[in-house]
T-cell receptor, first 111, second 114 residues
Framework: KAGVTQTPRYLIKTRGQQVTLSCSPI?????VSWYQQTPGQGLQFLFEYFSETQRNKGNFPGRFSGRQFSNSRSEMNVSTLELGDSALYLC??????????FGDGTRLSIL | AQSVTQLGSHVSVSEGALVLLRCNYS??????LFWYVQYPNQGLQLLLK??????LVKGINGFEAEFKKSETSFHLTKPSAHMSDAAEYFCAVSGNFGNEKLTFGTGTRLTIIP
């Protein structure tokens, strides 16, 4: 069974731009969560989507948004990028009552 | 609200020695507890999970963890360290039924001394 796939793996943007990250979950998984990992703040929860609906949300500004499609694939969008948005963004998918399985992440660098 | 505390941001052990990584949790509901490992330039890989069944949980790569409610602990152990165990380890907690977000500890970087 294929794992969680995140694209792209690396991304370089400049301040003020916007970016879209993609996540394809494990087949059959309907829950997709996003996390931000930085050296200073560690791993922080962004949001979770289940059956195309946002089910849970972390404490991030409105510049961070997401969506989920009918095939459970998810995208995360960050608008008006700031230097502090440089991070590894991890996506995780989960089956019914199962643990979360993570992708290898997208490393976003803001110049 | 839930939280986890990982004692020791860096742990070094000799190859073949016991690995002990400490995790204490705080939860207002019966917790689900997890250990994940992260290798350089990779995502998180699930090592093991506690979901209120057996208190001693066996995971992959020879790791195990014991849930101790009285001590609010979920320490990770491995009897004999291998060079390939060098990585960063994260303890995480979620609420009932595993439906809620994962709250992670700050991580412990494990170094294996040859």
């Amino acid at each position: 069974k294929a794992g969680v796939t995140q694209t792209p793996r690396y991304l370089i943007k400049t301040r003020g731009q916007q970016v879209t990250l993609s996540c394809s979950p494990i087949s059959g998984h309907r829950s997709v969560s996003w996390y931000q990992q930085t050296p200073g703040q560690g791993l922080q929860f962004l949001f979770e989507y289940f059956s195309e609906t946002q089910r849970n949300k972390g404490n991030f500004p409105g510049r961070f948004s997401g969506r989920q499609f009918s095939n459970s694939r998810s995208e995360m969008n960050v608008s008006t990028l700031e230097l502090g948005d440089s991070a590894l963004y991890l996506c995780a998918s989960r089956g019914e009552l199962g643990p979360q399985h993570f992708g290898d992440g997208t490393r976003l660098s803001i110049l | 609200a839930q939280s986890v505390t990982q004692l020791g941001s860096h742990v070094s052990v000799s190859e073949g020695a016991l690995v002990l990584l400490r995790c204490n949790y705080s939860s207002s509901v019966p917790p689900y507890l997890f250990w994940y490992v992260q290798y350089p330039n990779q995502g998180l890989q699930l090592l093991l999970k506690y979901t209120s069944a057996a208190t001693l949980v066996k995971g992959i790569n020879g790791f195990e963890a014991e849930f101790k409610k009285s001590e609010t602990s979920f320490h990770l152990t491995k009897p004999s360290a291998h060079m390939s165990d060098a990585a960063e380890y994260f303890c995480a907690v979620s609420g009932n039924f595993g439906n809620e977000k994962l709250t992670f500890g700050t991580g412990t970087r494990l170094t294996i001394i040859p």
